[in-house]
């Protein structure tokens, strides 16, 4: 079956720092990527949807310019946190299909922990 | 805006019995999705099963079933014979197109052996 995967599981950095991760689908081509984030026993909430070689749409109270999103191909999105504080410490998701009408896969997620 | 509701925080089953988790969702639309995901300790999203609202027939998949009443904007999770493994976080989920998702609050599920 279809397979997202996210790289990396955990990161730690220290305040201030960017952080990257990427988001891939190994065996099928994605136009729409979702990044969703997650806190302690709380739900998921859609952060933006990332399309390829097209802009982000952004969820309204999502700062655009703290979490870049680039989606540079069929396979690829990436999520950067910049100048990460420790309330950006979370857990982050991302979910690919390959067309609207199938399945939606969801990567294993990284846990991001700022000091 | 569609919103997506889950009363119940926590459920707990004997194992091998029956067990109905709730979810409630509010739309204006008469097309879209609804799912139910489980969230084991992994973290990983896992698809337990899929409704889409233009199909009467409640969808089933395995010990898995729904009970989809539209116009009540319900769509609840019976799982049967539950197993140790069914324990988990459970998320139920609406869509306008299958693919951007919002989910409810999600229910803990604790299986008794």
Redesign the interface.
Known sequence: GAVVSQHPSRVICKSGTSVKIECRSLDFQAT?M?WYR?FPK?????MA?SNEGSKATYEQGVEKDKFLINHASLTLSTLTVTSAHPEDSS?Y?C?A?RS?????F?G??TQLSVL | AQTVTQSQPEMSVQEAETVTLSCTYDTSESDYYLFWYKQPP????I?VI?QEAYKQQNATENRFSVNFQKAAKSFSLKISDSQLGDAAMY?CAYSL??????????TRLTVKP
Not at chain 1, 42 to 46: I, K, P
């Open positions: 729409t979702f997650q709380q739900s998921l909430m859609l949807t857990f998701i979910s299909s609207f009408n199938e399945k939606l969801f294993s997620g | 992994s973290r990983q999203m698809l899929r998320f197109d299958n693919n951007d998702m919002r989910f409810g609050a999600g």
